[in-house]
Every structure is written in C-alpha cells, then in structure tokens.
C-alpha cells in the first residue's frame, strides 16, 4: 500500500496544496505502477485531474472510489466540489451527496476522517489564494 511508503502520499499532498497539479498526477502514475490500482493514490490523482480542469474523468473516479471505506467520506466531498465545478451543475446529485456526505460522516474511522481533512485543507488552500 502506498500508505507505508514515506514519500509517495507526502509528495503528491505537497504537489495539491502548492498547485503542482501535473506533479501531482505524473507522481501518482508512478506510483500505482508500484502500488497497483491503490485506491488513495486513484483519488489524490484524480483530485489533481479535477483541479487541472478534466472535471468529467475526475468525477467518473470518485464515483468508483466512493465504496471504499477509507475514501468514503473524501470522495464524496470531492464529488459534491467536481459537481458545482463543472458547466451543467446537477442540483439534484449535489443534493443527494451531501446527504450521503452528512450520513458516512458520523460512521467515519480515522483513515476516512484524515483523508477527508487532506481533501478539505486542499480546497481552504485553493480558496484564500483566489
């Protein structure tokens, strides 16, 4: 898992929170040649595919992620954020993620809870620099 390795995940995280959004994907592919198909670098590459402007691709990856219990929680957030980027907002499906969102928030272990804060410290990153 790319969870034990001490360089991989840091990496990528940097990459996010200082908009090396191409670092970011170009380190994740790397990786998962290691870690073959690790759902958290699946998700953090696609965070960093969402913010490059590819809202369609990121959103098809969060939707496979989002059954994964560790990712559970910042999936779907991150789904919730492609969807109010993208050009046709769906209100309905924001409506219904942030549902679930409210729901697998409080049934959260700690890896869901600390990758949903990685996502959350991203997005408060992007939005005091706009």
């Known amino acids: 898992m790319s969870e034990s390795d001490q360089t991989c995940l840091p990496l990528i995280i940097y990459y996010t929170r200082e908009k090396y959004y191409r670092h970011a994907v170009n380190t ?3 990786s998962l040649k290691l870690y073959d198909n690790d759902p958290v ?3 953090f590459k696609a965070f960093a595919t969402l913010m490059e402007g590819n809202t369609q691709e990121a959103l ?3 939707i496979q992620l989002r059954d994964h219990p560790h990712l ?3 999936s779907t957030a991150a789904l919730i954020y492609a969807h109010k980027r993208s050009e046709a907002i769906d209100l309905e499906a924001v ?3 942030n549902w679930e969102l409210k729901l697998s928030g409080s ?3 700690d890896k ?3 990758y949903a804060a990685c ?3 991203n997005k408060l990153a992007l939005n005091k620099n706009i």
């Open 28 to 30: 994740a592919v790397k």
């Open 41 to 43: 670098l699946r998700f």
């Open 60 to 62: 098809r990856e969060f």
């Open 72 to 74: 559970c929680l910042c």
């Open 95 to 97: 409506k219904q993620l």
């Open 107 to 109: 049934a959260a272990g």
């Open 112 to 114: 869901a809870l600390y």
């Open 119 to 121: 996502l959350i410290t």
